[in-house]
């Protein structure tokens, strides 16, 4: 007995949680937070994600003009 109260379960519980919440930050402060109107560290990766969104849910031409007929 090394005189620690807590349970065993606390320390994986400790380590799950590290490697959840600090990744899930990470990705929630650069893409998802509002840091305002003026240019910031996170801009181009944001400008980048958008272009690449808006890529992946448009039509090319070909697929509009299936689409149409």
């Given at each position: 007995?090394?005189?620690?109260?807590?349970?065993?379960?606390?320390?994986?519980?400790?380590?799950?949680?590290?490697?959840?919440?600090?990744?899930?930050?990470?990705?929630?402060?650069?893409?998802?937070?509002?840091?305002?109107?003026?240019?910031?560290?996170?801009?181009?990766?944001?400008?980048?994600?958008?272009?690449?969104?808006?890529?992946?849910?448009?039509?090319?031409?070909?697929?509009?003009s299936l689409i149409e007929e």
């Amino acid at each position: 007995d090394n005189g620690d109260f807590r349970p065993p379960w606390v320390y994986s519980a400790s380590h799950i949680l590290t490697y959840t919440l600090i990744p899930t930050a990470m990705v929630y402060c650069v893409f998802l937070a509002d840091w305002g109107e003026r240019e910031h560290v996170f801009s181009p990766v944001r400008r980048w994600t958008m272009r690449f969104k808006e890529s992946f849910f448009s039509l090319s031409p070909d697929e509009a003009s299936l689409i149409e007929e």
